[in-house]
């Protein structure tokens, strides 16, 4: 079956710092990627929807100046959490679209803002 | 239609009972459909999918019914082990396959 991975699966930062996640298809080349939030005990929730080599499409309510993704190749999406607060918190979570319709999901990344 | 954040759920099985859990979904132009496993702490994980021009397909202990008079889908899980245990989203694909949305999710509890 196809893998995602995510990096780091854990990450606790200062407030006002900025915060890398990467997602990675290992496997397949992933044409989209999306990547999601999901606050304990809730839904995941989409922030925005990226294609290899273009600008990605946020969700509305999704500061795209804040939330910063880069799709720069087909294997590889990353997500920057730009001067992250504590109500920034939460569990990230990406996922990779190939050819089919069926997006495979990565294990996902806390992310804990003091 | 939007998924909303809401408390869970909870369907409390017991070890070797069948499970059905059930999903409402709002947007009569979704054409594909997909259950999810999360387990915590961890990324979801593909179930089963549907297609809109079927009513039900099945893998292995799973059954995904599909009625899309009533924008109702279902998953069945024969023989429900403790390893089941998680909570399961359904999903539907709009918007030409470039975007899934999540349901609300139900937490299943087996009970052994």
């Known amino acids: 079956g196809a893998v995602v991975s995510q990096h780091p699966s854990r990450v606790i930062c200062k407030s006002g710092t900025s915060v890398k996640i990467e997602c990675r298809s290992l496997d397949f080349q992933a044409t989209t990627m999306f990547w999601y939030r999901q606050f304990p005990k809730q839904s995941l929730m989409l922030m925005a929807t990226?294609?290899?080599?273009?600008?990605?499409?946020?969700e509305q309510g999704v500061e795209k100046d804040k939330f910063l993704i880069n799709h720069a190749s087909l294997t590889l999406s990353t997500l920057t959490v730009t001067s992250a607060h504590p109500e920034d918190s939460s569990f990230y979570i990406c996922?990779?679209?190939?050819?089919?319709?069926?997006?495979?999901f990565g294990p996902g990344t806390r992310l804990l803002v003091l | 239609g939007e998924s909303v954040g809401l408390h869970l759920p909870t369907l409390s099985v017991q070890e070797g009972d069948n499970s059905i859990i059930n999903c409402a979904y709002s947007n009569s132009a979704s054409d594909y459909f997909i259950w999810y496993k999360q387990e915590s702490g961890k990324g979801p994980q593909f179930i089963i999918d549907i297609r809109s021009n079927m009513d039900k397909r099945q893998g292995q202990r799973v059954t995904v019914l599909l009625n899309k008079t009533v924008k109702h889908l279902s998953l069945q899980i024969a023989a429900t082990q403790p390893g089941d245990s998680a909570v399961y989203f359904c999903?539907?694909?709009?918007?030409?396959?470039?975007?899934?949305?999540f349901g609300i999710g139900t937490k299943l509890q087996v009970i052994p």
């Open positions: 996922s990779a679209r190939g050819v089919k319709e069926t997006q495979y």
């Open positions: 999903a539907e694909n709009s918007g030409g396959y470039q975007k899934v949305t």
């Open positions: 990226s294609n290899e080599g273009s600008k990605a499409t946020y």
